[in-house]
């Protein structure tokens, strides 16, 4: 198993005040002879439920010494669990979960609406201080 980010207590705590129920902590995504983690930062993911729809998040923390690094890294994973789960599980919708100052010093910049437009994400803004969800992103 993979060792849990530093956000991942964070991040279930805000999705359980949004009025998720974790239901998978982490998520395994196995693939032929694979098994894979959409993990929370590095490491872990939660799978969610809420009025029946499901979400598979992953956490990445952008904590590395380049923000473009750390978004070639977040956007490599991202589209390789989007993949998978369209395959084994297409009714859970893949969300990717940044921390706040993340989100306003890279995926908020030219580059980073570029990039989510161009690859669709769906992203998860969250305070890490105040374990709370602040924007969902389609």
């Known amino acids: 198993m993979p060792k849990r980010d530093r956000y991942h207590t964070a991040v279930k705590q805000a999705l359980i005040k949004d009025g998720w129920t974790i239901t998978h902590d982490p998520l395994t995504l196995s693939f032929g002879v694979h098994n894979l983690y959409v993990d929370f930062g590095a490491e872990r993911v ?18 590395g010494q380049s923000e473009v690094a750390d978004m070639e890294q977040a956007l490599g994973q991202y589209l390789l669990y ?16 940044v921390p706040l100052d993340a ?6 910049t030219e580059l980073g609406r570029a990039v989510r437009e161009d690859y669709a994400l769906a992203i998860l803004v969250f305070d890490a201080d105040q374990e709370v969800i602040r924007q969902w992103l389609p």
């Open 46 to 63: 939660l799978g969610a439920e809420r009025d029946g729809e499901q979400i598979a998040v992953e956490i990445k923390s952008f904590v």
């Open 82 to 97: 989007r993949s998978l789960l369209q395959r084994n599980d297409p009714s859970r919708c893949l969300m990717l979960a």
């Open 103 to 108: 989100f306003d010093t890279i995926l908020s």
